[in-house]
Nanobody
């Protein structure tokens, strides 16, 4: 089992920045891919970005490419999502997830979510 805890959400003005963190505990592994998703209540969950276990490979959805950056520190079992030039359409709940079998495989573990609101 892996437990994931997100933090760093909040209220920010359009054009502003936030950095989300996701710390893993339990049966963690440096080979586990990690991803960020987002979901607004009543809507489908949306993939945002994923990073490989060694941090060398990443893949972003087109709507955030160039604005968001994912990184990880395996010594701290933590994944980060740096979000710059935030837009109102980025407002939603962001979830961290772990995929033990690889970036494009099933995400077996999920955090509780952290809310991001972009508004003036």
């Amino acid at each position: 089992q892996v437990q994931l805890v997100e933090s760093g959400g909040g209220l920010v003005q359009p054009g502003g920045s936030l950095r989300l963190s996701c710390t893993a505990s339990g049966e963690t592994s440096s080979t586990t891919a990690m991803g960020w998703f987002r979901q607004t209540p009543g809507k489908e969950r949306e993939f945002v970005v994923t990073i490989s276990g060694n941090g060398l490979s990443t893949y972003y959805t087109s709507s955030v490419r160039g604005r968001f950056t994912i990184s990880r520190d395996n010594t701290k079992n933590t994944v980060y999502l740096q979000m710059n030039n935030l837009k109102p359409k980025d407002t939603t709940v962001y979830y961290c997830a772990a995929a033990p079998r690889g970036m494009f495989r099933t995400y077996d573990y999920w955090g509780q979510g952290t809310e991001v609101t972009v508004s003036s």
